[in-house]
């Protein structure tokens, strides 16, 4: 922690902006301007990675998908086959049946966790990839077209 000098100097030389983009600069973790989200201090590897916030946010809402999509298919299918293959009184049933139900749903919201971002970060990564190849053709015609406007102006003047 500095000082409140050393805070606003650094406020008036500018030092923190090639590391601390935040719309109020030198305050807190750096965050992108336009969406708050925190940025990744390695971002210059890849343009194309998701956030650590939305990574984790979807890392969630596939956890919860994948526990309560497979505990809902478990008890439709699961416990009804036990029922019939295990004899005896419901509590020994749900005794027998309820631990198996418990592992599958933790497996699939370990895989929802894990899939989910995964499934995110393909989808922005396509979608940049799809954005960046029409741009690039884009720029190359606009390229084509000011080169043979110039030289057609350039013939013109001489």
């Known amino acids: 922690m500095g000082t409140r000098e050393v805070y606003e100097e650094k406020l008036r030389s500018g030092a923190h902006l090639h590391r601390d983009p935040t719309i109020n600069p030198g305050l807190g973790s750096?965050?992108?301007?336009?969406?708050?989200?925190?940025?990744?201090?390695?971002?210059?590897e890849g343009d194309w990675a998701i956030t650590s916030v939305l990574h984790d946010a979807t890392a969630v809402a596939g956890?919860?998908?994948g526990a309560l999509l497979s505990a809902v298919h478990g008890f439709n299918t699961g416990i009804p086959f036990v029922q019939k293959h295990v004899k005896g009184p419901k509590w020994l049933q749900l005794l027998v049946g309820v631990p198996p139900l418990l592992l599958?749903?933790?497996a699939s919201a370990v895989f929802g966790a894990y899939a989910l971002p995964r499934f995110a970060q393909l989808t922005v990564t396509s979608y940049y990839a799809a954005s960046s190849g029409s741009h690039y053709a884009v720029s190359q015609i606009t390229?084509?077209?000011?080169?043979?406007?110039?030289?057609?102006?350039?013939?013109?003047s001489r």
């Open 30 to 44: 750096p965050r992108c301007p336009r969406c708050l989200s925190l940025l990744n201090p390695t971002a210059g």
């Open 63 to 65: 956890s919860g998908a």
């Open 104 to 106: 599958f749903s933790g």
């Open 143 to 156: 390229r084509q077209i000011e080169s043979t406007h110039f030289s057609e102006s350039d013939e013109k």
